[in-house]
């Protein structure tokens, strides 16, 4: 025989989740602590398991709780996005979809999500009553996955690389956008000084002794460069520190040391004393769309979706 679960409970639970206590709940949902610790008890009984166990003086989630949890995410994601759609049909307005992105994304393809305003009528242009309105919060990937989590965004653009695999946050899902391949940048004359022609393979062994220019260390990147220089047999020597790619490589350009950039950061047009080389042993960075389970079938979402992935950024 089934059961039915109330939707307002499963909220309750989910929030607790969020919030770890019965009183940041009842907080966070403008109710009082008894009134939340009733809601919590109604729906365990309609589960017919125990949701919530002391440990301490704490309250923690079983397992049927933690696994309640992801379907509420899945449920309340999906009526969220549905009220989203009808008040803004009801209010004549096209969808907002909000995004976190990193900045090299947000840099050269988050652009085109925004219509042409040069374009024509209709499909793609300026009056595209399909086209969703759109608002962008640049994040590295944590921040961009820690909003999501608040519900302050809608997608979270971010990206993992081979080295350095990222799990998808719970209650989340994932599109695999594309896939890029990081670079070696160092300036021309050291690049013809070591025998490296223009556009063949680095061995990294080969540079454990040279200047290195190093992502932020607070960033994913700043973990890969360090990964991959010890694959190769040696701590990098940071000479500069930058979370902005561009930086980089303006410093490789003027010989002040080397640097692993993933393709999409490269400047463009790539700067004259510039040289480029892929990795002897690949190093590949993997673009993603998180977004809560059940929101990717909403509209605008959808439609930011597949703009995303197609056309996207050559292969490595």
Do not use: N
């Amino acid at each position: 025989m089934g059961f039915l679960l109330e939707v307002r409970r499963l909220r309750v639970l989910a929030e607790f989740a969020a919030r770890g206590t019965v009183t940041a709940t009842a907080e966070a949902l403008h109710l009082t602590g008894p009134a939340v610790s009733q809601q919590l008890a109604a729906l365990e009984r309609e589960a017919g398991l125990p949701l919530l166990e002391k440990r301490g003086r704490t309250l923690r989630l079983t397992e049927a709780g933690r696994r309640l949890v992801e379907h509420a995410a899945v449920v309340l994601g999906t009526l969220a996005a549905a009220e989203s759609d009808i008040a803004a049909l009801r209010r004549g307005e096209r969808a907002l979809v909000r995004i976190a992105a990193f900045p090299s994304v947000a840099r050269a393809l988050l652009p085109g999500l925004w219509p042409d305003p040069d374009g024509p009528a209709g499909s793609d242009g300026p009056d595209d009553p399909g086209a969703p309105l759109i608002e962008l919060v640049e994040h590295e990937p944590d921040p961009a996955e820690a909003a999501l989590a608040r519900r302050e965004v809608d997608l979270a653009i971010t990206h993992s690389y081979s080295l350095l695999p990222r799990p998808l946050p719970a209650g989340c899902e994932r599109r695999d956008l594309f896939r890029e391949p990081v670079f070696l940048v160092l300036h021309r004359a050291e690049a013809e000084e070591r025998a490296l022609a223009a556009g063949t393979p680095a061995d990294l062994t080969a540079f454990a002794d040279a200047p290195w220019l190093l992502p932020g260390p607070d960033t994913a990147c700043h973990e890969m460069a360090g990964r991959a220089c010890g694959a190769a047999g040696f701590v990098p020597r940071a000479v500069a520190v930058a979370s902005d790619f561009a930086v980089l490589c303006a410093l490789a350009a003027r010989r002040a040391g080397v640097a692993l950039v993933p393709r999409l950061a490269l400047p463009a047009p790539v700067p004259p004393g510039l040289s480029v080389h892929p990795l002897r042993e690949p190093v590949h960075r993997g673009v993603h769309a998180v977004y809560r389970a059940g929101t990717g079938g909403h509209p605008g979402t959808r439609r930011v979706l597949d703009r995303l992935a197609e056309p996207a950024p050559p292969q490595g």
